[in-house]
């Protein structure tokens, strides 16, 4: 797999701008299939860091209802990447 498909977007959210400064984790959108060894090289290929952990999670999809009815949202896999001490991600 290519490591401008593992990776599908940052994900921004409260707690993990938190986990940003506080323990330099970074939280990313990856796809279903990639496993944590290529999420590793994808990082460290994309913006340029040393990687000292992946742990991954999948979030599991829900309902949701619009006006034509209810529908489901597929799963999600999450990555939490934890970066060396000197290195940073510049998302903005």
């Not at 940003?20 to 279903?32: A, G, H, L, P």
């Not at 460290?44 to 529908?71: D, P």
């Not at 000197?86 to 998302?91: A, C, F, G, N, P």
Request: net charge positive; no cysteine; proline share 1%.
């Amino acid at each position: 797999m290519e490591v401008t498909t593992v990776i599908k977007k940052p994900l921004v959210t409260e707690k993990s701008t938190f986990g940003v400064s506080m323990n330099n984790r970074y939280v990313f959108e990856v796809d279903k299939r990639a496993d944590k060894g290529q999420i590793k090289r994808a990082v460290e290929e994309i913006y340029g860091v040393r990687v000292l952990s992946v742990a991954t999670q999948v979030r599991k999809g829900h309902m949701k209802r619009n006006r034509m009815g209810w529908f489901r949202v597929g799963n999600q896999k999450r990555a939490v990447v934890k970066l060396h001490a000197e290195d940073r991600i510049e998302l903005f």
